[in-house]
């Protein structure tokens, strides 16, 4: 089991950045692919993107591919989401979530829906003005 804590939001105007930490405890954080999802009020939980255990392979979801990016550092235990570019509709809150599968093979697979992931955070606030 995964715990995970979630940080770095906040409120930003429109085209500013921000980035989004998530610290992990528990042990053999780099044996699980790692994701980032966000839910506006009154929307379904959205995918945003994946990493994989190792670090070499990520996924990205077309409404936010080119403007986020998604990394992590296995030595600290911590994922990141960096977010560049960001419009209104990004507005959300932002949780992180650990694969319910460890050590995914192959490692290029991912998953993406969020019953897929077994542990989550309980997410932080982004709002992007206009």
């Known amino acids: 089991q995964v715990q995970l804590v979630e940080s770095g939001g906040g409120l930003v105007q429109a085209g500013g950045s921000l980035r989004l930490s998530c610290a992990a405890s528990g042990r053999a954080f780099s044996s699980y692919a790692m994701g980032w999802f966000r839910q506006a009020p009154g929307k379904e939980r959205q995918f945003v993107c994946v990493?994989?255990?190792?670090?070499?392979?990520?996924y990205t979801a077309d409404s936010v591919k080119g403007r986020f990016t998604i990394s992590r550092d296995n030595a600290e235990n911590t994922l990141y989401l960096q977010m560049n570019s960001l419009k209104p509709e990004d507005t959300a809150v932002y949780y992180c979530?650990?694969?319910?599968?460890?050590?995914?093979?192959?490692?290029?697979?991912?998953?993406?829906?969020?019953?897929?992931?077994?542990?989550w955070g309980q997410g932080t606030q982004v709002t992007v003005s206009s």
């Open positions: 979530a650990a694969d319910g599968v460890k050590q995914r093979r192959p490692a290029y697979t991912f998953p993406v829906d969020a019953g897929d992931f077994g542990s």
């Open positions: 990493i994989s255990g190792g670090g070499a392979y990520t």
